[in-house]
């Protein structure tokens, strides 16, 4: 997923460029305003109030004039009123600095549940049937008996089949932001689902990195 990245503290922009990076975002970091509003478009934009050339929230205003792009205001500005009005103008969510990146990424995943529609109809990946709302999996017109977590790991590989996930991406949406325990949990799961779904799909273990669905 791209992010936009808008903050002119070097030191804060590349750690969370190279944390949000870990965990599978493509990050564009700009410095200023202006940039912001010339960088394109981005399925989420992080943007901090106290910029070189304008304030954040005249750069969040003119974002959700132009769009309904996600925007996250990060800053060190705990002032309810900035708070509020960061909310009013139509940030989405408002992270106070200091902040760790994972808190960051539990915001933005919380923010993207929101404003993406449930998913209308099941999914096909070819023999496999996948329907998030009901959370059922079919195979071949059948029923598999899935646990909740069994469902989650394959509703989350199967967002996009082919794609390598990392342990700890997988963890993170699957298990808990918060995990910091061994992800041998993670070996088993993946091991019942391979059991039974067979044939049908193929959940690659990539060694040092993680796990990818692969449909045939």
Not at 58 to 67: K, N, P, S
Not at 131 to 156: I, M, N, S
Not at 159 to 169: I, L, S
Request: charged share 30%; net charge negative.
């Amino acid at each position: 997923m791209r992010v936009l990245l808008v903050e002119d503290d070097e030191p804060i922009a590349e750690s969370l460029t190279r944390g949000l990076s870990r965990y599978g975002f493509e990050v564009q970091w700009v410095r200023t305003g202006a940039e912001a509003l010339t960088a394109g478009d981005f399925a989420m934009v992080l943007v901090d109030l106290g910029l070189p050339d304008m304030d954040g929230l005249d750069v969040c205003r003119e974002l959700r004039a132009r769009g309904d792009v996600p925007i996250i205001v990060i800053s060190a500005r705990s002032d309810e009123v900035d708070r509020v009005v960061g909310l009013e103008i139509g940030a989405d969510d408002y992270v106070t600095k200091p902040f760790g990146v994972r808190e960051v990424i539990a915001r933005m995943r919380a923010v993207l549940r929101r404003v993406q529609p449930a998913q209308p109809e099941p999914e096909a990946h070819g023999r496999v049937r996948i329907d998030r709302r009901a959370r059922r999996v079919h195979l071949d017109g059948g029923e598999v008996e899935l646990t909740p977590k069994e469902f989650d790991l394959l509703a989350f590989l199967a967002e996009e089949p082919g794609a390598v996930f990392t342990r700890e991406q997988i963890m993170e949406a699957v298990w808990d932001e918060n995990w910091f325990g061994p992800t041998k949990t993670l070996d088993v799961h993946v091991g019942v689902l391979r059991r039974k779904l067979g044939d049908a799909a193929s959940l690659e273990t990539v060694r040092g990195v993680g796990f990818r669905l692969v449909l045939p």
